[in-house]
């Protein structure tokens, strides 16, 4: 190398070492290899799908599934419906349980955080033992354990389990009294959404009254008048017309009542629990990230408690809260594809399984699977961040 | 003093000496103002507290009646657990447990060959001490042993067969010419002038032959040993293939959590360097593959692995049955562990790399030498905590069909030898007990760490 870096003039490197230019040999290597494979593993595909005699494109869904869904949110049957359907079935499926999994989970985590900090010996320790139990058990096994060793060795509808306010409890499931609307029931529903709206239009010009003139007015006895006093006024106006069918035993099963199947019920229960051991820790690790400083700083401005806590700690706090929430809230919905080792038709177990099983066309199939899933952590993960930009720290 | 004294003579009485210290008022210390500080400082916390008590006296008693004072410990068959036939409340079954050991340990791997997984087993815990010990020797020997020659050797011993033994033989043939060349190497350094200067064949010159390239040779040494010895097993005792469709139990989960991290830690340390480039496809490509496998859940990955990996390759290569989850498990952690690894890069200060590079050193060195080693270091706590993760997340291959520890516990309940009423019951304690004891102490060793890295900061 000393004779030929003699001859070149200083300042030029040989193009081998140019920075630049390896860049762009690297890139174009990578880009070639995984060219590639891509190309190799298509055109495998291709001859493997050709050999196997199996399908291809989404033709498949249009045609008829033949195979029935005992949960579903919208019209399904095993004769005339399409796997099309049957993929909406099992989407819906995944959703409700994920949006009622968030919530309760969102409930519970942080009802055992604050649990956590507690000055109380004894809750503090349950708590502890809570969290370090179900974050460290996998899911399958806890999910196994609620749906096999809870919910399966309930008694037989003859002997269900009377739970208060009609409910029943059995190996079928849980047994929930329907509601039935009669003239005018509509109303109430509607008196409840406006009283919903009132409040929300009430509370924002409360607030900007607050920070004009300095006056407050009562924003929480206003919103349990507009949502829970409104309802029930209309409730009586109009006559009362809402009634409930509880379920009943009629020969070997019960009628009536909706009937909530004990792998949803499995699944929810699981998922809630395992994600609010979670949730627990993140809202923990929140609350002690306010420094003391903080709090005593309210104290000496003459807040009391409740509004130091309102006000100052958890702001703050959910400024250091929301991004792992966010990404709890997204294993939770990722997880709820659980749901095919207990058998709830999630949109896994119904498509990635039996349509797969059916179909054979394995590609296409999973392919669709995994972009619903990519799309639902893609919008949510958009939502938190709207939410994390509102919340983040505003510098002058 | 005279003076003072003579002042207080109208007192009657001045103490001379100190007072021996009074312990503390009962209402302020011991364990009674302990009780009223923590239990009952005001009325909401007695009601908690009544509460707690109440949900404990509730259940513990119970429990430790069920799996402990109930239970029973010895038997042979179902009838040793059924309350009739006992004639007595009976709890847990810890005798179908004990029955069935075997099966949760090995699956249905032959009887006759499962020394071999129990020299795997000791590898592998060998591994994992030296790798996780902070204070063992020879750290370098440690990774090697880890990363390379415990997947070779768990491959050969585990499957075993014709293959296996071809590929034993492949990597003894490469030790032993290596291990040549490293003698001819220590005689005449001469031969490597080119590539360690003048300046360093001066240094090795100085030294006696036996500690000429003392690393390199170390490692190759070491490995030849292991692969002398594996052959060694392969010709007395012999190493009959084992199917994949045998192997079960804690072996297999213990094996896909072990390729999980062997295979996702390199490739996630790849993928974070590819992440942090400047170079905007090499960026493009680590991004999508990173974000779109933290996307999907892991039971898709395992079905894609499935079902289109067999698709992807030629019919006459189609992976076996347990190396599809396999390959499914280590790119999914491998995209964690990325974003885990990414977090030590971002918290390098900037003055490390620019330290790096104005001694000269060129990217990869930058990173061999400079960065990585810190990086890695500080996200230990991190990895460690992906991989419990993992640990956890290992009990879906049950879905697609594998037979790990969770499954064979699954399998043993449906079998009508153990079938009494408590066996669910003390199977899925069994498996807690397993899990738990496993994630707990990784969690307990990452905190140790972590409170080992920050008072290093702290100083």
Same mark, same amino acid.
């Given at each position: ?20 230019i ?9 880009l ?12 495998n ?38 796997y ?20 309760l989970a ?21 708590a ?11 899911l ?11 919910l ?14 009609g409910?029943?409890?059995?190996n079928r ?11 005018g ?14 409040t929300?239009v ?11 003139t ?38 070997f ?28 820790e ?44 966010t990404?709890n ?15 709830y ?18 590609v ?22 709207i ?10 | ?6 002042e ?39 009601? +908690?507290t009544l509460?707690?008590? =109440?949900? &404990?006296?509730?259940?513990? !008693?119970? %429990? @430790? #009646? $069920?799996?402990?004072? /109930? *239970? ?5 068959s ?6 009739d ?61 880890f ?28 030790? +032993?010419?290596?291990?040549?060349? =490293?003698v &001819?190497?220590?005689?005449? !350094?001469? %031969? @490597? #002038? $080119?590539?360690?200067? /003048? *300046?360093?064949?001066?240094?090795v010159?100085?030294?006696p ?37 045998l192997?079960?139990?804690m072996?297999?989960?213990f ?9 996702s830690?390199p ?48 019919q006459?290569?189609?992976p076996? #049955?347990?190396?599809?989850?396999l ?6 952690a ?7 690894v ?43 905590n ?14 697609v ?10 399998a ?34 990452s905190?140790?760490?972590?409170k ?8």
């Amino acid at each position: 190398m000393s004779t030929t870096s003699a001859e070149i003039k200083p300042g030029k490197a040989s193009l081998l070492y140019d920075p630049k230019i390896r860049g762009y040999v690297y890139q174009f290597a990578l880009l070639a290899v995984v060219g590639f494979l891509i190309w190799s593993a298509a055109s495998n595909a291709i001859e493997n799908l050709r050999a196997q005699k199996i399908a291809s494109g989404f033709g498949f869904w249009h045609n008829a599934a033949g195979f029935d869904i005992n949960q579903k949110l919208i019209p399904f049957s095993a004769s005339g419906s399409t796997y099309g359907q049957a993929f909406w079935v099992g989407l819906l499926n995944t959703l409700l349980v994920a949006s009622i999994g968030i919530v309760l989970a969102t409930f519970l985590g942080f009802f055992v955080g604050v649990a956590r900090l507690s000055s109380n010996w004894i809750v503090s320790k349950l708590a502890m033992i809570y969290v370090e139990v179900i974050r460290n058990l996998p899911l399958l096994l806890q999910l196994f354990f609620w749906y096999n060793a809870v919910l399966k060795p309930l008694p037989n509808p003859r002997q269900s389990i009377e739970l208060p306010a009609g409910f029943l409890l059995n190996n079928r499931g849980l047994y929930v009294p329907d509601p039935q609307f009669g003239p005018g029931g509509n109303l109430i529903i509607w008196a409840l959404l406006i009283g919903l709206v009132a409040t929300f239009v009430f509370r924002s010009w409360a607030r900007k009254q607050q920070a004009a003139t300095g006056k407050q007015y009562p924003i929480g006895l206003v919103a349990l008048g507009l949502i829970i006093v409104l309802p029930l006024l209309v409730y009586f106006a109009t006559g009362r017309p809402i009634t409930f069918v509880y379920p009943e035993l009629a020969g070997f099963n019960l009628r009536g009542g909706i009937q909530i199947f004990p792998e949803f019920v499995a699944l929810l229960v699981g998922l809630t629990t395992y994600t609010a051991g979670f949730i627990a820790e993140v809202v923990r690790a929140g609350i002690l990230a306010v420094s003391k400083g903080q709090t005593e700083a309210a104290n000496a401005l003459g807040l009391r408690a409740g509004p130091t806590l309102k006000l100052v700690v958890i702001p703050q706090a959910m400024r250091v809260i929301i991004p792992p929430l966010t990404s709890n809230y997204l294993n939770l919905t990722k997880n709820s594809s659980l749901a095919v080792a207990i058998g709830y038709p999630d949109l896994v177990q119904v498509f990635t399984g039996t349509v797969l099983n059916q179909t054979g066309q394995a590609v296409e199939v999973v392919a669709i699977t995994m972009a619903v899933y990519l799309t639902i952590s893609l919008v949510t993960s958009f939502f938190m961040n709207i939410y994390n930009k509102r919340m983040a720290l505003v510098e002058r | 003093m005279t003076d003072a004294t003579t002042e207080m003579a109208p007192y009657a009485f001045v103490r001379r000496e100190t007072l021996e210290q009074q312990p503390a008022p009962l209402s302020v210390a011991g364990p009674l103002a302990w009780v009223r500080q923590h239990l009952l400082s005001s009325p909401l916390n007695i009601a +908690l507290t009544l509460v707690c008590v =109440y949900l &404990v006296v509730d259940s513990v !008693p119970g %429990l @430790v #009646r $069920f799996y402990f004072l /109930d *239970a029973i410990w010895t038997g042979t068959s179902r009838d040793a657990c059924l309350a009739d036939k006992v004639g007595r409340p009976v709890g847990a079954c810890w005798a179908y447990i004990a029955d069935r050991f075997q099966y949760f340990i090995y699956g249905s791997y032959p009887i006759p060959q499962r020394w071999r997984v129990n020299i795997v087993f000791v590898m592998f815990a060998l591994g994992v001490v030296w790798l996780l010990w902070t204070s063992a020797p020879k750290k370098k020997l440690g990774i090697f042993f880890f990363f390379v020659l415990l997947p070779i050797s768990a491959y050969v011993l585990l499957l075993g067969g014709p293959g296996a033994e071809r590929f034993l033989g492949f990597c003894l043939m490469v030790t +032993l010419a290596l291990a040549a060349l =490293y003698v &001819v190497l220590s005689f005449a !350094p001469q %031969l @490597v #002038r $080119f590539n360690i200067g /003048d *300046a360093g064949l001066a240094v090795v010159q100085q030294l006696p032959v036996w500690k000429r390239f003392f690393g390199p040779k170390q490692l190759v040494l070491f490995a030849l040993a292991i692969f002398v010895f594996l052959s060694l097993l392969a010709s007395s005792p012999g190493l009959p293939r084992v199917d994949t469709g045998l192997w079960g139990g804690m072996t297999v989960t213990f094996l896909i959590a072990a390729v999980g991290i062997v295979f996702s830690l390199p490739l996630g340390v790849v993928l974070a360097l590819g992440r942090r480039s400047r170079l905007p496809i090499i960026q493009l490509l680590s991004v999508i593959f990173i974000e779109f496998v933290r996307g999907v859940p892991l039971i898709t990955v395992l079905f894609m692995a499935n079902t289109m990996l067999p698709l992807f390759v030629p019919q006459e290569y189609s992976p076996d #049955r347990l190396l599809r989850p396999l390959v499914g498990v280590a790119l999914f952690a491998a995209a964690y562990m990325a974003e885990v690894v990414r977090g030590g890069l971002q918290a390098m200060p900037k003055g490390q790399y620019e330290g790096a590079m104005s001694l000269g050193l060129g990217y990869w060195s930058m990173m061999r030498l400079i960065i990585l080693p810190q990086a890695l270091r500080i996200v230990i706590p991190g990895i460690v905590n992906t991989f419990i993760g993992l640990f956890k997340d290992t009990t879906l291959v049950t879905i697609v069909g594998i037979f790990d520890f969770l499954r064979t516990i699954e399998a043993t309940l449906v079998d009508p030898t153990w079938a009494t009423p408590t066996t669910r019951a003390t199977g899925y304690a069994f498996a807690a007990v397993f899990y738990f004891l496993c994630c707990w102490g990784m969690s307990r060793y990452s905190i140790a760490v972590e409170k080992r890295l920050a008072a290093g900061q702290k100083r």
